[in-house]
């Protein structure tokens, strides 16, 4: 296992800068996700760990020690991409062996690596058969059983699950997430799926635009976002934002007037705000606060139901047991309460604060 540390890294191509000295550490043990939109830079973070990628300032260090020149093979860090990688004319067998045989390891020791990894991945009954007969999620398994059978200090994996159905990748995210408890390693992992990044991650870290947008727990970085940026893209549906303007104490929108707690009122608000509320929060009973709606359309998803409507003319999703949508149509009225909601700065997209 290893501590990873990630001291002012900077990536730049020409004038187009990826990373912007970027500092972090991956503690020893620590399964962290790094998460993002489309060329946010996490891919490229990845790909500096692992070697495989030259920093253009900055420095990684492994254990404390700088291995910013050193050649990826010699950083003793497996890699698990997105595509298997896998070579098509060996067996299991001999695709999970492969990376002790070029270390020159003893033959018993080789078999019996691989008979104990393949034991706990579930691929026992596989060991003989090639790639091509393999399903993609059988794929996904020998290739980290090749990252796992040289037991290395760390696990680096690069979007795993992209190019897997739904249904298994809800099996692997479990398969993963047992690894991790039972081997207890290092682990860094890249997707673009926010779903993933909740359910996997000791600590979420979360990038944009060559930065650390925040980092924290899954839960406290959902609940507290520091920016519109983060509670954008936390959530599915995402969060939901009225535009709003202060006058004294209260907030006016078009079509909805709140009143923030008091703590929020002694705080100097600045006159534009935009007003946070999760599709989750919403519901049919009075609240704290309220809106007044016009119900665009209804999505019934089996135990949910999607309430998509209008708040004047900004959009909102409220999230509600399916149960309570039958007796809603388009085109009527509703009153939606909720109790949470946050605030953000119009101009800068900032936090001003937990607000309930």
Not at 96 to 117: H, S
Not at 260 to 277: H, I, M, R, S
């Amino acid at each position: 296992m290893a501590t990873i540390t990630l001291d002012k890294i900077a990536k730049r191509y020409g004038d187009t800068v990826v990373l912007n000295e970027l500092s972090l550490t991956i503690n020893d043990g620590e399964f962290v996700v790094l998460v993002g939109p489309s060329g946010c830079g996490k891919t490229t973070l990845l790909r500096m760990i692992a070697g495989l990628l030259e920093p253009s300032q900055g420095s990684v260090r492994i254990d404390g020690n700088d291995v910013t020149q050193t050649a990826p093979g010699d950083r003793d860090i497996a890699m698990v991409f997105q595509s298997y990688a896998l070579y098509p004319h060996m067996s299991v067998r001999e695709n999970i062996a492969f990376p002790l045989k070029v270390r020159r390891r003893d033959p018993a020791f080789i078999q019996a690596r691989v008979n104990e990894v393949a034991q706990q991945l579930g691929l026992d009954p596989l060991l003989d058969r090639k790639p091509a007969a393999l399903s993609g999620g059988q794929r996904q398994r020998v290739a980290m059983g090749r990252a796992i059978v040289r037991e290395p200090k760390a696990f680096l994996f690069d979007e795993p699950l992209s190019n897997l159905d739904a249904a298994l990748r809800g099996r692997m995210r479990g398969e993963i997430a047992a690894l991790h408890r039972r081997l207890k390693a290092t682990m860094v992992y890249v997707t673009h799926d926010q779903h993933e990044a909740m359910t996997l991650a000791d600590r979420l870290v979360l990038l944009n635009k060559g930065t650390i947008e925040q980092m924290g727990a899954p839960l406290t970085v959902y609940q507290r976002p520091r920016t519109r940026f983060v509670a954008e893209f936390l959530g599915s549906p995402p969060m939901n934002f009225l535009a709003a303007t202060r006058n004294g104490a209260e907030l006016f929108g078009n079509g909805f007037k709140l009143t923030p707690a008091a703590d929020a009122a002694a705080q100097p608000l600045p006159e534009k705000v935009w007003v946070g509320v999760r599709p989750e929060a919403l519901c049919l009973s009075p609240r704290t606060h309220a809106v007044e709606a016009e119900i665009d359309w209804v999505e019934r998803t089996g135990s949910d139901g999607f309430l998509y409507a209008r708040v004047g003319d900004a959009p909102l999703v409220a999230r509600l047991d399916a149960s309570q949508t039958h007796p809603l149509e388009p085109g009527s009225r509703i009153t939606l309460g909720f109790d949470e909601l946050s605030l953000f700065d119009a101009e800068s997209g900032r936090a001003l604060g937990a607000q309930s």
